[in-house]
């Protein structure tokens, strides 16, 4: 396989495999995966596929909101909140190998999930709980239950973490962070952060938290909370017009929350500086995600505009991506050779 465009036999190679050796094509070696909610009470969720070379692929329609995706060893696991079903697909250099395995959560409501060792955590609204499964037998082997609906499920290493926005089925506000042991599968201490917490990101032995909360006219407010290593709670609240949910992200230890249409350094008193990622319709900006050294933004009007936007660290645009209705969450897949 040499290099056709050489104008001299240099040896050179116009197809490197995964490995960084001469092949006889092009070959895939990672993708990018996107949950597309689809319509809100439709069964038109998709997820989309986009590989290094740039190309994208959605699959049919699998479900009422595919809320959020993890990539586990070779295969994608996807909660679908409305039909309230995982799903589980092989992943290939040729993409997901379909239909793939189905797993009934009896009417849980499943949002956002984390990975440890070879367990599976994923929160429940209907249910209040975070459920365990074990990614060997496919099957749900514990739970553990909160006051409230958990959101956002994180991992450091040692403990989970998981938000609680809202305290009832009526969606009021809620303001816990729970600390999950997941040797014994425990709930271990339950820590307000301030209403509405919503994700959850680390620096070191910090814990960071974005806010979002409405008051009784639904009008939106937003802020930030840490909790540092001893202990000591920070709060900070930045007032209205809020982003829908809150994206909170660890650049190079810089602390970036979503605003203003892109991202934002938070100071030491998690005061939000100018920002410096992104210029966006802050409306239009649904979720953000780190991915490979690039910010990965979804962009939507909840109706025909869905687009990926993809920022190098210095804010500069380098791909857009047409995607399903809705597009959230984020998931990468490398080749494990």
Not at 20 to 33: D, I, K, L, M, R
Not at 128 to 135: C, E
Not at 197 to 208: K, L, R, T, W
Request: proline fraction near 3%; charge should be negative; glycine fraction near 10%.
């Amino acid at each position: 396989n040499y290099d056709s465009n050489a104008v001299v036999d240099n040896g050179s190679c116009q197809y490197l495999d995964c490995t960084g050796e001469c092949g006889g094509a092009a070959q895939t070696c990672s993708w990018v995966f996107i949950a597309n909610e689809g319509n809100y009470g439709q069964s038109n969720g998709t997820i989309s596929m986009i590989d290094e070379q740039g190309n994208i692929f959605t699959t049919d329609y699998i479900g009422e909101t595919v809320q959020s995706i993890e990539v586990y060893n070779d295969k994608l696991i996807v909660l679908v909140n409305g039909d309230s079903k995982m799903k589980i697909f092989d992943i290939t250099p040729s993409g997901l190998s379909m239909p793939g395995i189905e797993i009934d959560l009896m009417g849980s409501s499943p949002r956002e999930m984390a990975i440890v060792d070879d367990k599976l955590y994923f929160t429940n609204w209907n249910t209040q709980d975070i459920k365990v499964f074990d990614l060997y037998t496919y099957a749900i082997e514990s739970s553990i239950s909160v006051n409230g609906l958990p959101e956002d499920i994180e991992y450091d290493g040692e403990y989970l973490w998981v938000t609680i926005p809202h305290s009832d089925f009526y969606f009021s506000t809620g303001s816990t962070l729970c600390k999950i042991d997941p040797d014994s599968n425990s709930l271990v201490e339950v820590i307000d952060v301030g209403n509405g917490p919503q994700q959850v990101a680390f620096n070191g032995d910090e814990v960071y938290v974005s806010r979002t909360f409405y008051d009784s006219s639904w009008n939106t407010f937003h802020g930030a909370s840490r909790i540092a290593n001893n202990g000591e709670i920070t709060v900070n609240n930045y007032g209205s017009g809020a982003p829908c949910g809150g994206v909170i992200i660890n650049h190079n230890s810089n602390m970036m929350r979503s605003s203003g249409g892109g991202l934002a350094i938070m100071d030491d008193e998690l005061n939000l500086l100018p920002v410096s990622i992104g210029n966006f319709q802050q409306w239009q900006v649904y979720h953000i995600e780190k991915i490979d050294g690039y910010f990965w933004f979804a962009l939507t009007d909840f109706s025909s505009f869905n687009e990926i936007h993809v920022l190098d660290a210095n804010g500069q645009e380098v791909s857009i991506f047409q995607v399903g209705i809705n597009p959230g969450d984020f998931a990468f897949w490398q080749i494990n050779d």
